[in-house]
């Protein structure tokens, strides 16, 4: 798409508009984010190129869209983890919203109030406003995750199991075992109890359902569950094969689950804890 016409996120207004619709007015970021690329009819070969960042260039886009969507008042911000509609976004007749249209108003209104305006060709390569404030350690933990050995990262991938609550996590990664790198076992409680197999893939691009097929085809017989692990993502096809019916249930974590499970388990990662001022608190003793 030329930049005239403006850059290839707009194609993701009316989709991110309509599947907010279909769940209530309100979702997490990774459903939106999915339903909005099988809206749109993204290709898997698309979704599987990755900006300089390493990051998904589709998915970069359809958060860069919904950006675009708060600026322009379709969107709700105020909940961290939470994408939503305003009454505007709610009523508005999807017909009636122009892309290109929403697009030029934004850069047009952010330019006269100091706002910044980055240009349209560079946005597919920087993360969205909202991904920034991420960046000092969530980007890092990412660069030092992809710099592992292959070894590393299936050791690392061992720790964040066992912290996890699994049991007798162990190594396999033998040449020849199918793409199999570990095994362990889930007690559910003291009666049941799962085998699984996991599968490490340290890279930046996109699983396909073709790698998932394969790991379920190496683990047939073998375990209960299966778990794909990767530093990137997963395609749309590929989240579909995880959890076709009829077959082990393969469950797939991309890096951004990773992020989160070092935050939560605080692997890696020191917190600091920091406080607001709430100034009107303090008006009740001004009188």
């Not at 309509?18 to 997490?28: P, V």
């Not at 017909?95 to 560079?122: I, Y």
């Not at 109890?193 to 998932?212: D, E, H, I, N, W």
Request: proline share 6%; aromatic share 8%; glycine share 10%.
């Amino acid at each position: 798409m030329k930049i005239a016409k403006g850059p290839e996120f707009v194609r993701f207004f009316l989709p991110i508009l309509s599947t907010l619709r279909e769940s209530g007015a309100a979702g997490t970021p990774g459903e939106i984010v999915d339903r909005s690329i099988e809206l749109a009819g993204i290709s898997e070969q698309e979704q599987l190129v990755v900006n300089k960042n390493g990051q998904s260039r589709i998915r970069n886009q359809v958060h860069w869209a919904r950006q675009y969507l708060v600026w322009a008042g379709y969107l709700d911000s105020s909940r961290r983890g939470i994408w939503s509609l305003t009454e505007l976004g709610r009523t508005i007749a999807l017909p009636t919203v122009d892309p290109l249209h929403v697009f030029k108003t934004v850069q047009k209104t952010r330019a006269k109030t100091g706002g910044e305006t980055t240009l349209a060709k560079d946005l597919p390569d920087q993360p969205a406003p909202e991904e920034e404030e991420l960046i000092p350690h969530r980007i890092r933990i990412l660069e030092l995750v992809r710099a592992l050995p292959p070894d590393g990262f299936e050791r690392l991938s061992q720790r964040l199991l066992r912290e996890s609550g699994f049991q007798h996590v162990s190594i396999t990664g033998r040449s020849g075992d199918g793409g199999i790198d570990g095994i362990g076992t889930l007690q559910v409680n003291p009666f049941v109890s799962f085998t699984v197999l996991f599968q490490c893939k340290r890279y930046k691009g996109a699983v396909t359902p073709s790698q998932v097929r394969d790991f379920r085809g190496a683990m047939m017989g073998r375990a209960d569950k299966g778990i794909i692990i990767t530093t990137g993502t997963f395609t749309l096809e590929a989240k579909k094969e995880a959890r076709r019916d009829g077959v082990p249930p393969i469950e797939l974590v991309d890096g951004e689950t990773l992020l989160e499970m070092f935050e939560k388990l605080e692997l890696g990662v020191v917190p600091k804890h920091s406080f607001d001022v709430d100034e009107r608190f303090f008006d009740e003793f001004q009188k």
